[in-house]
T-cell receptor, first 113, second 117 residues
């Protein structure tokens, strides 16, 4: 079985500040890890993914995440927050293949002007 | 690109009726599609895995006779909510995997908001 824990249902940062959204996972097999962003009343957009290889993954919109196997973590960061980053962020895990995703509960990112 | 569409984007139906939601991969073939349900302020829950030409695989707790899934072609999967009730009101999102890519990424549709009155 797989599971994802996102610490903090809401995270608030000032514009220009560092964004850190936390994600921990559990998986019985080497995981594939994803971060998605969802804007109100819209579907999900892939920010970045880790499958194999380099553990520091760069995504769109300046986001990146680092896979740390020893900590079973895949935290999402962005050096400088922008107002347009305000959205819901979901961390997800899969076993790969034709396997559905297991999502965390999501973190609502609020950007303070 | 990898674009997935859903139709309709919003639907309101009366209790006891059935409603069909379509999920299409517009510019790629998808052997496997997935259906998720998202409750207000909650995460997405996988409902079922839809494989072209075969029966869908449902997650535990999902009623297969209530949520009928058909994946008749490599670009189309449909979800039919039968005898809908107010508790079926939700945001339904589909995703699709490109055929032959090892299944490492899913492309999501924009979602369908179902309201049952």
């Amino acid at each position: 079985a797989q599971s994802v824990t996102q610490l903090g249902s809401h995270v608030s940062v000032s514009e220009g500040a560092l964004v850190l959204l936390r994600c921990n996972y559990s998986s019985s097999v080497p995981p594939y890890l994803f971060w998605y962003v969802q804007y109100p009343n819209q579907g999900l957009q892939l920010l970045l993914k880790y499958t194999t290889g380099a553990t520091l993954v760069k995504g769109i919109n300046g986001f990146e995440a680092e896979f740390k196997k020893s900590e079973t973590s895949f935290h999402l960061t962005k050096p400088s927050a922008h107002m347009s980053d305000a959205a819901e962020y979901f961390c997800a895990v899969s076993r790969g293949g034709a396997d559905g995703l297991t999502f965390g509960k999501g973190t609502h990112l609020i950007i303070q002007p | 690109g990898a674009v997935v569409s859903q139709h309709p984007s919003r639907v309101i139906c009366k209790s006891g009726t059935s409603v069909k939601i379509e999920c299409r991969s517009l510019d790629f073939q998808a052997t496997t599609m997935f259906w998720y349900r998202q409750f207000p302020k909650k995460s997405l829950m996988l409902m079922a895995t839809s494989n072209e030409g075969s029966k869908a695989t449902y997650e535990q707790g999902v009623e297969k006779d209530k949520f009928l899934i058909n994946h008749a072609s490599l670009t189309l999967s449909t979800l039919t909510v039968t005898s809908a009730h107010p508790e079926d009101s939700s945001f339904y999102i589909c995703s699709a995997q490109k055929t032959g890519t090892g299944g490492r990424e899913q492309y999501f549709g924009p979602g369908t908001r179902l309201t049952v009155t």
